[in-house]
């Protein structure tokens, strides 16, 4: 099996170098708080600890979500080779050891690669918290590395990846449609099902909590209890990968009504994303997910430390921004571009077809830009809906404490950034595919 995986990863090396720029953030980032962590320790530096910590924590919780879009695009590349081998014998469990194994090795490669460079990353993180926060709170520290952190660093990411691989390939693999593709029946599974229930419970038992809130008039028993819009953020996110890309071929419909589809690009565009579900999911969902998390988390940050009248609160806000949520608004933003990279590679072969009857490159490159801007339209519907239930219950809670609320940046402004550097990215790297064989 492994002379197999070796084998097959020589063969498929071009599609996985998409997965680089993912799996590089991801190991600068685990290097950087294992190193941080490591010192910290060693000095009896508490407060630098738990910083360092909660990059490794959530980075690492959000690269296992994230795996799953790219696991979908590459077998979705690679289906053609998976069928064959599952009417040749192959097992479900066999090829999902095959994935993983090759994502495995490329995740060795490049986080050895990326633990050097995470060691000079982990002083300059440390440095621009201390000059947010002062030296009271974040005492100098000196960083250092030792062989545990060292081997730790270079295996973190590729045992998170591998797992992840191996979970995702191998539920994937169950469609009927991946490996046998003429059963064409669609149903809904048990599993599916309790996955969609206990979501909807849990998201109703959160409102239900925070509502509860207007009963009583103790101040810190409201900001205690406002404190579960943070784990209702986690909801929505879970939300938005259950149904995507259902929600977004709707949308897409829809839009298809509003817009004129006598215009080519327009129109190529939606049929484009409607002809490739596998990659419309792992880019919406990406990119969904973190401007949703941006969004709610500045609105209730932000407007919560106002609330409670905190001192250097807008400097609170920034720090906890950074701390929690730096790594994985980096690793989903990484994650579109390995996605991107990785459909491009994929679209060889359709822009050749195109050009040979007659469309030219700048026709295509402008039939990407316009796939970009609905990318970007969908992302910003369903974001503002989930971001619209933050946004009220943030209101709520702060007229339960005699406030109205002051900022709502957090609304707008992250959906805005996000949306334009996937539209830059996007346009970029499928223009250097459309334009590099002129």
Request: with cysteine; glycine share 6%; charged share 10%.
């Amino acid at each position: 099996m492994l002379k197999l995986i070796i084998y097959q990863f020589q063969y498929s090396k071009r599609q996985w170098l998409g997965t680089i720029p993912l799996l590089f953030v991801s190991s600068l980032i685990v290097g950087t708080s294992l190193f941080g962590i490591a010192s910290a320790i060693k000095t009896a530096n508490i407060n630098a600890s738990q910083l360092f910590q909660m990059l490794i924590v959530f980075g690492g919780t959000t690269l296992f979500f994230l795996i799953s879009n790219n696991i979908r695009l590459l077998i979705d590349i690679f289906k053609k080779d998976y069928q064959l081998w599952a009417t040749l014998g192959a097992s479900r469990t066999q090829l999902s050891l095959l994935v993983s194994g090759q994502f495995y090795l490329m995740a060795v490669i490049v986080s050895s690669i990326g633990t050097i460079l995470s060691f000079i990353m982990a002083d300059s993180y440390y440095k621009f918290l201390q000059n947010l926060l002062g030296r009271d709170e974040l005492p100098d520290l000196v960083i250092t590395a030792n062989i545990q952190s060292i081997l730790l660093s270079v295996f973190i990411v590729p045992t998170i990846v591998g797992i992840g691989a191996y979970f995702y390939s191998s539920r994937i693999l169950k469609i009927p449609s991946i490996l046998k593709p003429k059963k064409k029946k669609r149903k809904v599974t048990v599993t599916g099902f309790i996955n969609i229930s206990v979501r909807l419970i849990l998201w109703l038992l959160c409102i239900g909590l925070i509502v509860s809130a207007g009963f009583s008039r103790n101040k810190e028993i409201i900001s205690t209890q406002s404190s579960i819009i943070l784990f209702l953020l986690i909801i929505h996110i879970l939300i938005i990968q259950s149904l995507s890309p259902s929600i977004q071929v709707f949308l897409i419909k829809f839009l298809m009504r509003i817009f004129p589809t006598e215009n080519y690009v327009i129109n190529t565009g939606f049929w484009n994303l409607l002809s490739n579900p596998s990659y419309l999911k792992s880019i919406q969902t990406s990119m969904s997910m973190g401007v949703t998390l941006i969004s709610g988390f500045i609105l209730y940050t932000q407007n919560m430390y106002s609330f409670m009248n905190t001192a250097n609160g807008v400097l609170e806000a920034r720090a906890s921004f950074i701390a929690y949520l730096s790594a994985p608004i980096i690793l989903i933003i990484t994650s579109s571009i390995s996605l991107t990279i990785l459909s491009s590679n994929k679209d060889i072969e359709d822009i050749k077809q195109l050009k040979t009857l007659g469309v030219s490159s700048s026709q295509l490159f402008k039939i990407r830009i316009g796939e970009a801007i609905i990318h970007s339209v969908l992302i910003l519907l369903v974001s503002v809906i989930f971001n619209l239930i933050i946004l009220i219950l943030v209101s709520f809670i702060g007229q339960l404490l005699g406030q109205s609320v002051v900022d709502i940046s957090g609304f707008w402004q992250p959906s805005l950034i996000v949306i334009s550097l996937l539209v830059i990215f996007y346009s970029i790297t499928k223009g250097f595919y459309i334009f590099r064989d002129r």
